[in-house]
């Protein structure tokens, strides 16, 4: 198609205008590309958590604090939601839900060792956590109720190593309270395996129930 504007006669042909048009915008966009740079910082992740970490540590920017402890001995430990919510869905649902936590600043957890909650929340900013035989049972118990399964997992897994015949009932009995199905059946079955060590070298043997014991002889 061709238009025609008096004379002398210059036509134009608007395919060719069309396609003049799409080849100089393709130009354009190739050299955009071409000037574009994509930064990529390798340790940038690591940085950020880090940064973060120091932050909690510091206190800075927090907008919860979880009160715990026994009597009056309260601690107050200062956390950020975004980073404690990471830690399991007890958290996340505690702070998008309708609960009070939602919009308290301190928020109490009764019946927690403050040393033990403490050790959670650096793990979730952190990502490694201490476990030794002084701490195991309260982070266990911590960890249990806020269904942390990877440190609940790593916690009876250190448990398991130090079975012994004299605390595997203690033990058992920890396991059958908290609900911790393959801590029980392990220390069940090293009571089974060492019952002859376990008469001899534990205490707690002599304060079983008759039904306990009557489980023992039939097990």
Known sequence: MAFTFGSPTSTVDSDDYVSSITTMSGRYDEQQQQQQQHVTISDHATRTVSKIASYFRQGFLCDVVFVCGHGHMKQRIAAHRLVVATLSDYFRAMFESNMLETKQREIVINDIDPDAL??????????????HQDNVTNVLRAAHLFNISEIVDSCCK???KQLHPSNCLGIHKFALQHDLDELTNTSWNYVLEHFTDLIQNNHEFFEL?????????IS
């Open 118 to 131: 403490e050790k959670l929340i650096l793990y979730a900013y952190e990502g490694r956590l201490e476990i």
């Open 158 to 160: 250190y448990i398991e």
């Open 209 to 217: 129930s008759f039904d306990e014991i009557k489980q023992l002889l």
